[in-house]
């Protein structure tokens, strides 16, 4: 119950999200630049929604992907900035067998969408290799993208650590993934 008078089994939108609902959050930190920057509000959403179904379910352990590292790391700072008796675990990225990071949003990807996709996970495995040997990872990826609408490669430290972040565009379809540096 959570006070909240809901039972997550059978709570409905309307319950979950009245008109009248009156509290937001606004994230800084980790959600500032990359993702917060071509997705204005996208991480205040996702925090208020989480914060709800932490709220609901009371869990003492939640499991995130590393393909989306940055809403981790938002989610991570609001658990300490509320003091959330909650552990935040990060698994890695699950991958095709091409190495393009799974997601729902492939199944949009036309057979030549998917080809010219695949530069991302080359992109990632090219920047952590020039990282590796002291070379800048941003312009060895940069190159291998040709061909999508990139909107951001980038290094971002999330919790000090610094991870190669990229989106682009294949056709209408956008795509995110990242890598780990150290």
Do not use: W
Request: glycine residues 8%; proline residues 7%; aromatic residues 4%.
């Amino acid at each position: 119950n959570c006070g909240l008078g809901l039972h997550p089994a059978n709570a409905a939108v309307d319950e979950m999200y009245p008109d009248d609902l009156a509290t937001s959050l606004t994230i800084g930190g980790p959600a500032l630049g990359f993702e917060g920057d071509h997705r204005p509000g996208h991480f205040n959403g996702v925090a208020i929604v989480c914060l709800k179904l932490f709220s609901i379910v009371l869990p003492t352990v939640a499991y995130f992907g590393q393909k989306d590292a940055q809403q981790v790391a938002v989610l991570q700072q609001l658990v300490r900035d509320t003091n959330l008796p909650l552990e935040i675990r990060v698994r890695p990225t699950i991958r095709a067998a091409s190495g393009l990071a799974l997601s729902s949003r492939n199944a949009r990807l036309s057979p030549d969408e998917m080809d010219r996709a695949l530069a991302i996970p080359r992109a990632l495995m090219a920047g952590l290799v020039a990282y590796q040997t002291g070379v800048d990872p941003v312009a060895a990826a940069r190159p291998l993208l040709a061909g999508l609408d990139v909107e951001y490669v980038g290094i971002a430290h999330f919790h000090g650590e610094p991870t190669l972040v990229v989106a682009a565009r294949a056709g209408a379809t956008r795509l995110i993934d990242n890598v780990p540096l150290k």
